[in-house]
T-cell receptor, first 112, second 116 residues
């Protein structure tokens, strides 16, 4: 059974600092990895995806993937109060026909 | 990314009744999915809505309880049948598009269902 694990938090980070969010997954066949941001009462919003080992940067966000360790992370630089949300890690086994397996999410709080 | 709408946005229903949720996309997409998010929980995949054939259900979800239609490449419905309070959840549809060499999913705004 595919599992995705995240620390539920809350993770409290001062404004302007780097927020680091972590995720591990159980299925070694997983091919694509996603980070979604979900504000309270809203639907998930895709912010990053990664499928190759290493780092991928997009603005203030960096996704990191280590397939050998089955580990995905998301770094948010220069954290802003508007980054306060629940961050969901999701995994796809690939092939274009599979839904996503989600972690339970990490609640991030950016303190002004 | 595609623009996705869902109707209704929320509803309060009585136990034993059924509710049909609609998902509309502004462009043709091959893959559509239905998820459930129970209160305080993460998302769980219910089924893949296949155009022209029966939906593919995940373990723990059955067609009699969650019948799904997918008449074309821009529309799908999910029915929650014979509802009980345990069905109170947010129901979300998603569509899959190709972006940067990867199949990525985007979510509709969700339908918040409360069963009394």
């Amino acid at each position: 059974q595919k599992e995705v694990e995240q620390n539920s938090g809350p993770l409290s980070v001062p404004e302007g600092a780097i927020a680091s969010l972590n995720c591990t997954y159980s299925d070694r066949g997983s091919q694509s990895f996603f980070w979604y941001r979900q504000y309270s009462g809203k639907s998930p919003e895709l912010i990053m995806f990664i499928y190759s080992n290493g780092d991928k940067e997009d603005g203030r966000f960096t996704a990191q993937l280590n397939k050998a360790s089955q580990y995905v992370s998301l770094l948010i630089r220069d954290s802003q109060p508007s980054d306060s949300a629940t961050y969901l890690c999701a995994v796809n086994s690939g092939g274009g026909a599979d839904g996503l397996t989600f972690g339970k999410g990490t609640h991030l709080i950016i303190q002004p | 990314s595609a623009v996705i709408s869902q109707k209704p946005s929320r509803d309060i229903c009585q136990r034993g009744t059924s509710l049909t949720i609609q998902c509309q996309v502004d462009s043709q997409v091959t893959m559509m999915f239905w998820y459930r998010q129970q209160p305080g929980q993460s998302l769980t995949l219910i089924a893949t809505a296949n155009q022209g054939s029966e939906a593919t259900y995940e373990s723990g979800f059955v067609i009699d309880k969650f019948p799904i239609s997918r008449p074309n490449l821009t529309f799908s419905t999910l029915t929650v049948s014979n509802m009980s309070p345990e069905d109170s959840s947010i129901y979300l549809c998603s569509v899959e598009t190709r972006r940067g060499g990867t199949d990525t999913q985007y979510f509709g705004p969700g339908t918040r269902l409360t069963v009394l």
